[in-house]
């Protein structure tokens, strides 16, 4: 069983900056993506920014410009750097890790997210 533990969440001013931290509790045989999610109160989940095994990106309107996915396949962790943090920014952020792990069974295909951690951006 693979759990994901968020960090770095937190109240901020509008402005400020946080980085996200998602750290794999066990080793991912082969990660395809990790991505960073956000839901805001009354509203659906929507994607924040993702990267692929390759290295490509993209992020969502709203934050280009502003926020960096990163990760370090090594210790499967994933992280999201946050600039210029705005208080429509404000949401619950979930990161989740679409790959492969390594079981008794054999090879098994793997989607997990995380518990959720929430950054507040005041104006």
């Known amino acids: 069983q693979v759990q994901l533990v968020e960090s770095g969440g937190g109240l901020v001013q509008a402005g400020g900056s946080l980085r996200l931290s998602c750290a794999a509790s066990?080793?991912?045989?082969?990660?395809?993506?990790m991505g960073w999610y956000r839901q805001a109160p009354g509203k659906q989940r929507e994607l924040v920014a993702a990267i692929r095994s390759v290295g490509s990106t993209n992020y969502a309107d709203s934050v280009k410009g502003r926020f960096t996915i990163s990760s370090d396949n090594a210790e499967n962790t994933v992280y999201l750097q946050m600039n210029s943090l705005k208080p429509e920014d404000t949401a619950v952020y979930y990161c989740?890790?679409?790959?492969?792990?390594?079981?008794?069974?054999?090879?098994?295909?793997?989607?997990?997210w995380g518990q959720g951690t929430l950054v507040t951006v005041s104006s």
């Open positions: 066990r080793s991912i045989f082969r990660i395809n993506a």
């Open positions: 989740n890790v679409d790959g492969m792990v390594l079981t008794t069974k054999g090879i098994e295909s793997l989607e997990v």
